[in-house]
């Protein structure tokens, strides 16, 4: 059992580079998200997604877009990276409902030179 | 806006001793309550939740809700060095409401030998 798979784990990016982080989980869970956590700092959500098709903005969404064409798939796209987007990039998903703990992946460490 | 606060210590405990986790949340209609832990380097990771008042043990760790007082906290008995990390508190809204998550800062633990 994968549950939430991110790739890369690793990439470092020039600023103005545009790149793609990929999210899948195959528990089909309804909820998925993209959260940024700085070193130090707790986790910073980015984006969300209640179901395929529907997405909506998190508390640090600038600089981001995604999309979510199937339930498994939930991927984050950069477009013009800049060196404030340096992190580390955790997706995570939940199934329906308000009682359901949170499933991470491994993270995605992010260098913007 | 809803808060979760959460000392961000480090906590130092020596092995064998009780460690004490506390966190506090802003939203009254809060439903559900998780606690991650989260190794350096690493994804966070489930280790407890709690719906309802009082207190609820799995093995070592015990997790207790008082929402009159809009507090939950985690306790770990006989604490061992592979229990340092970061703990994570995790606050799910009430019904009728999306299911996203505030996470507070994390609490830093470190069990010295």
């Known amino acids: 059992n994968a549950g939430v798979t991110q790739t890369p784990k690793f990439r470092i990016l020039k600023i103005g580079q545009s790149m793609t982080l990929q999210c899948a989980q195959d528990?089909?869970?309804?909820?998925m998200y993209w959260y940024r956590q700085d070193p130090g700092m707790g986790l910073k959500l980015i984006y969300y997604s209640v179901g395929a098709g529907i997405t909506d903005k998190g508390e640090v969404p600038n600089g981001y877009n995604v999309s979510r064409s199937t339930t498994e798939d939930f991927p984050l796209r950069l477009e013009l990276a800049a060196p404030s987007q340096t992190s580390v990039y955790f997706c995570?998903?939940?199934?329906?409902?308000?009682?359901?703990?949170?499933?991470f992946g491994d993270g995605t460490r992010l260098s913007i030179l | 806006q809803k808060e979760v606060e959460q000392n961000s210590g480090p906590l130092s405990v020596p092995e064998g001793a009780i460690a004490s986790l506390n966190c506090t949340y802003s939203?009254?209609?809060?439903?559900?309550f998780f606690w991650y832990r989260q190794y350096s380097g690493k994804s966070p990771e489930l280790i407890m939740f709690?719906?309802?008042?009082g207190d609820k043990e799995d093995g070592r760790f015990t997790a207790q809700l008082n929402k009159a007082s809009q507090y939950v906290s985690l306790l770990i008995r006989d604490s061992q060095p592979s229990d340092s990390a970061t703990y994570l508190c995790?606050?799910?809204?009430?019904?009728?409401?999306?299911?996203?998550?505030?996470f507070g800062r994390g609490t830093s633990l470190i069990v010295h030998p």
């Open positions: 528990m089909n869970h309804n909820y």
């Open positions: 939203d009254r209609g809060s439903q559900s």
């Open positions: 995570a998903s939940s199934s329906l409902g308000g009682d359901q703990p949170q499933h």
């Open positions: 995790a606050v799910n809204p009430g019904t009728g409401g999306s299911y996203i998550p505030t």
């Open positions: 709690i719906y309802s008042n």
